[in-house]
């Protein structure tokens, strides 16, 4: 305990809050190794992969982060809840409902509360403050905006939700597309914008950069934003070599006719970003990273444990207060 407080007065004097943009699974590990050492921190999460199922409201991106702050997560998964059982799932395909989504028992009580509130007229960003108090989690967590934004995809077998084209359809089908319905209409969530202008650091987690990063990015005066502050923004690429760690960037980056490389990762967010953290088997591809115009630094990314978690976060922390 004594160690931790040492180590977040000295971080506290030098970095005053850290903004997280954030998607689910890549996200959380990095956003749990920065929580184990700073306490100041504000998660921007996507809201583009929310679904309406069963009449309940699911927020997979916002869910793994509260888990995994709390500690619960399932981490074998990257999703849900540890230990969960699948009970009420198993009586809903008994009674011949689709049950391509997976939500455990536990998880559940989470999508009923939710719901149960936003039909109350509660706003998700007030349901997600709810639920990260009930949960204990210390670090802020805000959708990037209340308003409805969804990634569809569009593939040979026509237009569908990325929830069905990734869970339902298991990222089997070629894509075409990719779009964020709802993006301009979308009002950026205030306490983001002020999060960004106040932050001293910005970190766009190793998250999928279409899928996760994307529609955030993809929200009405989003990118300007983030332009005005780009000295302080650094990402961390999702991919090592020409491969994701997990899930389809490598598809949806080549439907969108972008590079699948760290290279593609840093051009994608050239505009913004002006340090970019790459693995240090990617070595070589640095150069090409310097020539967009950013400061690029090299360490080992996988994150297995939470070492690993621990190991990055300080890496970044030491690194970004130096630069
Ligand atoms: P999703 O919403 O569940 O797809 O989660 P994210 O977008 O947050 O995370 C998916 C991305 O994180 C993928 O592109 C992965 O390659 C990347 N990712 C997963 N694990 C790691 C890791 O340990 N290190 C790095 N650098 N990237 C990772």
């Not at 888990?67 to 230990?83: C, E, V």
């Not at 202008?197 to 990063?213: C, D, E, F, G, H």
């Not at 790459?278 to 591809?285: A, F, R, V």
């Amino acid at each position: 305990m004594y160690p931790k407080i040492i180590h977040y007065v000295l971080n506290h004097s030098t970095l005053a809050m850290i903004t997280v943009l954030a998607g689910g699974t890549g996200s959380i590990k990095l956003i749990r190794g920065l929580a184990s050492q700073f306490s100041d921190i504000t998660v921007v999460s996507n809201v583009a992969d929310n679904i309406w199922l069963y009449g309940l409201y699911i927020c997979p991106d916002i869910d793994t982060v509260i888990y995994g702050l709390a500690d619960i997560l399932d981490l074998r998964q990257g999703w849900g809840i540890k230990n969960d059982s699948f009970e009420c799932l198993r009586q809903m395909k008994m009674l011949g409902e689709q049950t391509w989504f997976k939500i455990g028992d536990k998880d559940l009580a989470m999508h009923l509360l939710r719901t149960n509130m936003l039909r109350s007229g509660k706003r998700l960003s007030y349901i997600t403050e709810r639920m990260r108090d009930k949960y204990a989690v210390s670090s802020r967590i805000i959708p990037v905006t209340d308003d409805p934004v969804e990634t569809k995809v569009l593939t040979d077998r026509g237009e569908m939700h990325i929830q069905e084209f990734w869970v339902k359809h298991r990222a089997q089908p070629p894509v075409v597309n990719i779009r964020y319905e709802g993006a301009e209409r979308a009002r950026i969530n205030p306490k983001v914008s002020q999060a960004i202008r106040q932050s001293k650091l910005i970190v766009i987690a190793p998250a999928n950069p279409i899928s996760s990063i994307g529609p955030i990015l993809a929200i009405r005066g989003f990118k300007k934003a983030l332009v005005a502050e780009r000295e302080k923004i650094v990402a961390v690429s999702p991919l090592i070599g020409n491969s994701a760690i997990s899930g389809p960037a490598v598809k949806y980056m080549e439907a969108v006719r972008l590079n699948s490389s760290p290279f593609g990762v840093a051009k994608h967010y050239s505009e913004f970003v002006t340090k970019f953290v790459i693995s240090k088997n990617d070595g070589d591809s640095s150069r090409r990273i310097v020539r967009l115009g950013m400061e690029v630094f090299e360490t080992d990314i996988l994150m297995k444990t939470s070492d690993d978690e621990n190991r990055l976060a300080t890496y970044l922390l030491t690194q970004m207060k130096a630069a």
